[in-house]
């Protein structure tokens, strides 16, 4: 079985997330569904849950200093220094970014996978807008 992209979303019927991989079924009659096919099913039955496609993030493959995964539009602290960050995807880099307020023009140019690996996951977008600095 190939290695396909890692996702979550939120649960169109709850508030938790759901891990696993992204389906996406587009009809002429009806709007698109989004589901993450669920793989914590220990058969070969995989469950697809609908998810709100707001908050649709991809793994980014980077770990936080406590082994935790990072996804988009995670928030992340920066131990040292109270910085806090907010993981977004870059267009221009075609690649994931840190960003000090969820914007692209307040981007932070670093070494991402590094400045990642340091920091610490303390919440995301959705459950804890709070923890962002407001949009200037």
Wanted: contains cysteine; negative net charge.
């Amino acid at each position: 079985m190939q290695n396909l992209p890692k996702f979550r979303g939120i649960s169109t019927y709850g508030t938790n997330f759901i891990y696993g991989n992204l389906k996406v079924f587009e009809y002429s009659s009806k709007p698109t569904t989004y589901q993450i096919l669920s793989n914590n099913i220990k058969d070969l039955n995989y469950i697809g849950f609908d998810v709100k496609p707001e908050t649709i993030g991809q793994f980014t493959g980077l770990f936080d200093n406590n082994g935790a995964e990072i996804y988009k539009d995670d928030i992340l602290k920066n131990p040292n220094t109270g910085q806090i960050f907010c993981i977004i995807w870059n267009e221009r880099i075609a690649g994931f970014s840190l960003s000090n307020t969820q914007n692209i023009e307040n981007e932070i140019m670093v070494n991402t996978p590094a400045m990642a690996n340091f920091c610490e996951v303390i919440g995301n977008i959705f459950e804890n807008p709070e923890l962002l600095p407001p949009k200037p």
